[in-house]
């Protein structure tokens, strides 16, 4: 959450910052701004504007500001409304200090009552408001030791001043009195530095780099560092210096286009064919000695070989994706597998289980909840000092390059390419698709299922890309159409059993979080229990009935809505006990395990179409980021 961007080199900074901007607005568009030092008058020269980024780029458009050392800033609010004044970059009362931060600085509270009680007078409702102000004051100290005015002063000042910071942060600082230094630090939240031609260019995450260079730096958490022209310094916590060799970006990112589709999020839902390729493509290969599958992972899987019991961590739709493979694991794999939204293991871990395996699952890599849950659950396995109680772990990420892909060193890297549009959409089909191969892995290993079940399985989802071809074809237009008569409603109740009662939860928060209409996403067997008294004709109900264990069950949940007059949309194939519903989106006929991977499909596309219908901005909905960088 909130995008940073920062230069210093010999090109004018302006252009650099704007185009690395445009790459981060996926992580908050409450407001953005820049701030430069002027290559004359050594001044700081600051703009800020609400909302968009385009707000920024139109507001200068006719303003050129020389200069090569500057920093930008795109905000998802936590700490005041989305306003110019709380708008990034922040700045002291002597107009010297500027500063962009990501992250959240709890005990600003306290700090701001002191600075208050000096005089300080503070512009914003910001928690980041006091690290200007802090540094100025560290500076001011610094100067009466006679210190030089120059880039190793400000690392001096900052560096002390973070000392005093609780929370967490990634910040970008710049100091008048240091006009072609720039300070960065990070606790707890991302920051790339880019080794470009002429420049270096520090980011939250690598789209902002990429058009420049694709040789970077991360910085390592607790880091500080010291841009100028000439070089970099970095620092540990303990004041050390860190030597260590650049690295390469893995890929260079994709060009990001919406090709013809009028937003990204469609074009994505239409690139799950392609993503079920690549994962069969990748993932899967066929023993030329045996002709048996097996699954192919960029690491020794020797270790799972003694595993007993699976926990996951995850949120959002991550979450989801990690139930539908917790199903699998446990109902294909025979292995106890809970989920956990990574916001609440943090604080209320389960017992410490021996020969435990520990998913973590984030499409971004970046998710501050599960950065933190993992790490809590490496140390306290660490600590624990037997060694059944060892921390294995594997991530499934779609940057590998992220904060969780250094993190972790098992990575299952889900290759949807750039996923843009805040709800995601291909990036959970392929989050499910690392959940068949995990099942398919332990399968194999715990011999829980026959080879012939497994290969039926993997059978199915060889035949997936056509299948959803078809299904994107088909539901398309039907679902423009369903929501031409249901752009209006207020209220949507979805409901699935078994494996895809996650389903059903992942449709209701597309819903949700594109077209702001409420939505809840129950067990269907738990309807009587308390939701039916929501039902009535202005209430509809999406039922995922997929032929299987549960079928004639979920058919009989239907039918307790159809009595309440709601109207009943299935998601279903055409067969026997379909009829009951008033609109049926058809499946193709599948084994139940992969109905998952299909079921979902109309229903992001029928969410897509409400919001689109109802004129919102699908690719970038209101209070959302598509990296959620603070706990
Ligand atoms: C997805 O549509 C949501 N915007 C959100 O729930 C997301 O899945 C969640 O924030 C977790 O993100 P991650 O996968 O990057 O960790």
Redesign the pocket.
Known sequence: MCGIVAVTGYKKALPLLLNGLGKLEYRGYDSAGIAIIHSETKNIVCNKTEGKLKNLINNLSEKNIPGTVGIGHTRWATHGKPEVKNAHPHIDSSGTVAVVQNGIIENFQDLKNKLQKEGIIFNSDTDTEVIPHLIQRELNTLSKLKLENNGSTLLVAVRNVISDLEGSYALAVLWSGAPSSLVVARRQAPLIIGLGEGEFICASDTPAIANFTNIILPLEDEEIALLTPLGIEIYDSNNERQYRNPVSLKVSEQVIDKMNFKHFMLKEIYDQPDTAKNWLENYLIKNSENGQYQIKYPFDTKFLESIARIEII???????AAMVGSFLLEQFSGIPTNVYY?SEFRYSPPPLLPNTLTIG???????A??IAAIDMEIKRRSIAGDEKFRPNLIAI???SESS?GRQVSNIIDICAGIEV?????K??FA?LLSFYGLAIHFAQIKGSQSPDEIKKLITELIKLPPLLEDLLEKHDQSSEKLAHDFFNIKDVIFLGRGINYPIAL?GA??LK?ISYIHAAGYPAGEMKHGPIALLDKKVPVISIASPGEVFDKVISNAQEAKARDSYLIGIAPECNGTEIFDYLMKIPSSNEWVSPLLNIVPLQLLSYHIAAHRGLDVDQ?RN?????TVE
């Open positions: 995850a949120c959002g739709t991550s979450k989801h990574a699952v984030s499409q971004s890599g970046e998710t909840d599960t990420t779609n940057r969780i549009g805040v709800a995601a959409t990036t959970f989050q992942e928060l597309k979080e909905p959302l980021a598509k990296s959620v």
